[in-house]
Structure formats: structure tokens, C-alpha cells
């Protein structure tokens, strides 16, 4: 397989350049920087679940006191929001409770563990997701998707880590569920693409974006 010249960028088309890290192929978009990996590394759904299913659910304190980290930085600052769409939950929905325990009304999705269609047929004041996007197999399918679930003035937080400047030997990529990798010029090409405004961004993994 010729890389150099077949593979267009999943999210916006463009062309892309090949790099290897982590002993994986990717690919970075000269357009949106996204960086992805090779179809070939996509794992099927079943590998998928098994790999999920090893995930703790007894969390520890950093995992605790990140997802407090997240609703303090990201949600509190917007007393507008009262609807919330907690997109990829997990198994333990540990934000989606925290976030319930303080007042707002919650609403959870996972592709494996809240198979719930019906949450995607409503419209939130905030959809959040919470290392989430870069277990996406297709960015363009899944944003078109998440900006039809926020209402008009609504919010869009995100929290993945972002693609350092370093890249070489980035520990976000060994995570073999891991294929889409965003920087800050990808979050840019998204508020362009689907009529975002980005209201928070610490440049390091989190973003709040507010819908127009
Ligand atoms: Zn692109």
C-alpha cells in the first residue's frame, strides 16, 4: 500500500503525510492536523469490548479528582446549562452520577454500555465527552453527529489530550483503542467546519465549545 499518496484525511479529505510512532502507521492531515492511524490497526468490535471490559471500575483518586477537575473547569462556569448528554460514558458513568449528585439532569450514551437510541433523538444544553473522541473511527460521522445533539447557543466539552509539540513516542497513541488524535489546529478546523465558537480551551486537553 502506497501511504504516501491513498490516504485522505478521515475528517476533512484533504491530503495527509505518513509518520510512524509507537510502531503504528499514521497519518496527519496537511489540512485539519489530525493525526489517525491506519485502518489496519482498527480493532473490531468484539477486541474492542474486551479491551473496555479491562478498564477498572473501581477508579482511583486521580481519576476521581480529574472528572471534578473537568465539571469545575468546563460546566460550572455556564449556570445556563441545565440539560446534559454525557457522550461515551463508560461502564461506571462516574460524571454522569457526580454530575446528577449537583443538580443537573443527566442523560448517558456509550456505544457498548448505554445503547440508549432514544438520548439521541433529544437536543441538550451541553453535550460532554469525556476521553471519548479519540476512540473515534470516523471524526466526521461522529462531530456531525454531536453538534445535532446541542441546542442553539448550547455547549460541546470536550477532554482528550491534545497532540503535543513533542510528538515522538506520545504515550496516547500505544493505547490500542486509541485512533484519532486532535492538536489545536484540528480544534480550530471544527469551529470553522460546524459553526462552533471556542469559549474555553486550555490548550492541553480540554475545550468548550458554544454552538451559534
Ligand atoms: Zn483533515
Known sequence: MNLNSSTKCRFCGFLTTPITDGGFKLH???NCGLIFKDQIDFLNPSLEMKRYNQHSIDPDDGYLKSINDFISFAIVPFPEIKTILDYGCG????????LSDIGYQVSEYDLYYQQNQLVLENQYDLVCTVEVIEHFHNPKVEFARLCQLVKTNGYLAIKTQFVPIEFKNWW????TTHYSFFSNQTFVYIAATYGLKIVLN???????????
Open 28 to 30: 496527519k492531515c496537511q
Open 91 to 98: 461502564r461506571i458513568g462516574y460524571l454522569g452520577s457526580r
Open 172 to 175: 496516547y497513541i500505544r493505547d
Open 202 to 212: 486550555d490548550h492541553i486537553q480540554t475545550i468548550v465549545y458554544q454552538k451559534k
